[in-house]
Each structure stands twice: as structure tokens, then as C-alpha cells.
Nanobody
Framework: VQLQASGGGLAQAGGSLRLSCVAS????????LGWFRQAPGKEREFVAV????????RYLDSVEGRFTVSRDNVKNAVYLQMGSLKPEDTAVYYC????????????????????WGQGTQVTVSS
């Protein structure tokens, strides 16, 4: 599967952005999905993950309550709605996918994921 992320840009602190990631292929619903980010000089970290069914989600503590991950298995897309943005949210954001037989499983570890999008830059100014 190929992933194409978009929606990044420049936002002010307290503002909002919505990231989108569209996948190719006809088996999108077979994949658990995740959003990850990498700031300069730091390791890539998970931000939000969602199960195949969309029923299970997990968030990085620092984004809980501010970010929402969702997916549309008809449109082959996963979204990350980001609100109350902070300068520390500045990073390159990546979407990722891993095939799983469990419709409710989520995966938080970066190396678990098989496919990655190209990344989209999010910059939050104070």
C-alpha cells in the first residue's frame, strides 16, 4: 500500500490543522493505522493510532484531548484533527500502516509499521 499525507502547514499556537493520509490499494480496511511525528534532533514518536475497525484509538499523553484520529475505509483515508496546537507540536508528521488480522488491534511502536507516507511538515508559532 502507498500512503500520501497532506494538510500540514504553519499555524499559530492555539490554532488547528487537519492532516489527511490517502492510501492506494483495495485492502485498506485490513490495516491498522497510525500517525507519528519527528521533530529535529528527536526520535520518531507515535502520536495517535487507530484500529482497522476505527473503534480503538490511542493517543500520546501530550496530545490527548487536543488531537483526534479517524478513518474512512470507503475513501481509504485516515485523518488527524489537531487542535489547541502548541509550539512543541512542531514536527514532520507521518502516517503509517500495518496489516493485521485483528480488527481492534492498535500498534504504538514505530518499527511495527510496514508502510509509511512521505511526511508533512507542521509548524506551530508562538
Amino acid at each position: 500500500v502507498q500512503l500520501q499525507a497532506s494538510g500540514g502547514g504553519l499555524a499559530q499556537a492555539g490554532g488547528s490543522l487537519r492532516l489527511s493520509c490517502v492510501a492506494s490499494g483495495r485492502t485498506f480496511s485490513s490495516y491498522a493505522l497510525g500517525w507519528f511525528r519527528q521533530a529535529p534532533g528527536k526520535e520518531r514518536e507515535f502520536v495517535a493510532v487507530i484500529s482497522r475497525s476505527g473503534e480503538t484509538t490511542r493517543y500520546l499523553d501530550s496530545v490527548e484531548g487536543r488531537f483526534t484520529v479517524s478513518r474512512d475505509n470507503v475513501k481509504n483515508a485516515v485523518y488527524l484533527q489537531m487542535g489547541s496546537l502548541k509550539p512543541e507540536d512542531t514536527a514532520v508528521y507521518y502516517c503509517a500502516a500495518v496489516r493485521t488480522g485483528n480488527p481492534d488491534a492498535v500498534f504504538l511502536i514505530t518499527r511495527t509499521y510496514e508502510y509509511w507516507g512521505q511526511g508533512t511538515q507542521v509548524t506551530v508559532s508562538s
